[in-house]
């Protein structure tokens, strides 16, 4: 069953209510599946918001996770992607020792060469920025590691959108709202 697990995100719209991402985690919870990372903020909608999580599980349980989450009363939608049905990045935080950064050639370089930003700079600390892909970000924590200078290190949750032309949940809300207008129109004749 393990060999069977695969990385998935999880992308769930919803009203912007309080107790929402509790109701959300709580299906992770009761399903046994790790949460890895999960992103929320305001979408593109006014009073929506979007969850970005992911795990590793099973398809059967990420379906099971997606329909159960879907259920949810302020949930609109949830959909699952595998990583070659989206667009990725994360952002991570280094704080580097300024001493060990001045002394070694090498650590500016690395920071070059995986084309990340200085963005601080003071004679106690360096704080270094990268964006990208999970493993991009974590070969700079890595490559940095090994001079033994990192002293603090952070990464975002990840975001994500689809591949594809249409947002899925713009077609669910014309679809919501055609629904909603042909019983409206019903009542008034009937």
Known sequence: ???????????????NFAGVLNQVTAVFTRRQVNIESLNVSASSIKG???YTITCWTTEEQIVIITKQIEKKIDVLQANYFTDDEIFIQEVALYKLATPVVIDTP????EVRRHGAQIVEVNPTYTVVTKKGRTED????????????CVLQYVRSGRIAITKSCIEYLDRFLAERRESYETQKKQKANG
Do not use: G, P
């Open 137 to 148: 970000i974590m070969s700079l924590y890595h490559a940095l590691n090994q001079w033994n």
């Open 48 to 50: 929506v918001h979007k």
């Open 1 to 15: 069953m393990e060999q069977d697990k695969k990385f998935y995100t999880l992308i769930v719209f919803s009203e």
């Open 106 to 109: 090498q650590v500016s370089e």
